[in-house]
């Protein structure tokens, strides 16, 4: 049985600012204002990282478009 490339890919915050797409802290500060894809587990908030660059595509696309 094979796992489908489909499925979502959880990281920690850390674990995402290390990829160097954004800092830690901007990270938290989305978290705060319920912008960062994810969900707790337990204390911890796992980012759906395959959801934050669609996000993240997304917005570039609608500044570029202003």
């Known amino acids: 049985m094979t796992i489908a490339n489909n499925v979502p890919r959880f990281l920690t915050i850390r674990q995402v600012a290390a990829t160097g797409i954004l800092s830690e802290h901007h990270l938290r500060l989305m978290e705060k204002r319920g912008e960062l894809p994810g969900?707790?587990?337990?204390?911890?908030?796992?980012?759906?990282?395959?959801?934050?660059?669609?996000?993240?595509?997304?917005?570039?696309v609608e500044v570029k478009k202003q």
């Open 39 to 60: 969900i707790y587990s337990g204390t911890r908030f796992k980012v759906n990282y395959p959801l934050l660059i669609e996000k993240l595509d997304r917005d570039s």
